[in-house]
Nanobody
Framework: QVQLVESGGGLVQPGGSLRLSCVAS????????MGWYRQAPGQQRELVARWTWGGMINYGDSVKGRVTISRDNAKNTVYLQMNSLKPEDAAVYYC?????????WGQGTQVTVSS
């Protein structure tokens, strides 16, 4: 069973930046798609960014222009660069890997945006 481990969360001031990392226990090329999602208290989990090996990248409407998803195949790692962070970006951020009809989730990393 694949494992996804997120890191990089923490406390940041409004307007600041964070880079989240998701390390997979197997090559990320084995996934059809990988992405980042987030969930704030009392809210549904929502898409932040997702890419597919077919070349498609999708960003959530609330983060477009402020986040970038990227990957390092050699390190089996997917990154999420977040800039111009707002208090409403505070949430637990999860990494997801999709392979066929199977999905794997990481344990999440907390992002707090506060002055």
């Amino acid at each position: 069973q694949v494992q996804l481990v997120e890191s990089g969360g923490g406390l940041v001031q409004p307007g600041g930046s964070l880079r989240l990392s998701c390390v997979a226990s197997r090559g990320i090329f084995s996934f059809d798609a990988m992405g980042w999602y987030r969930q704030a208290p009392g809210q549904q989990r929502e898409l932040v960014a997702r890419w597919t090996w077919g070349g498609m990248i999708n960003y959530g409407d609330s983060v477009k222009g402020r986040v970038t998803i990227s990957r390092d195949n050699a390190k089996n790692t997917v990154y999420l660069q977040m800039n111009s962070l707002k208090p409403e970006d505070a949430a637990v951020y999860y990494c997801k890997g999709e392979a066929g009809n199977l999905s794997s989730w990481g344990q999440g990393t907390q992002v707090t945006v506060s002055s």
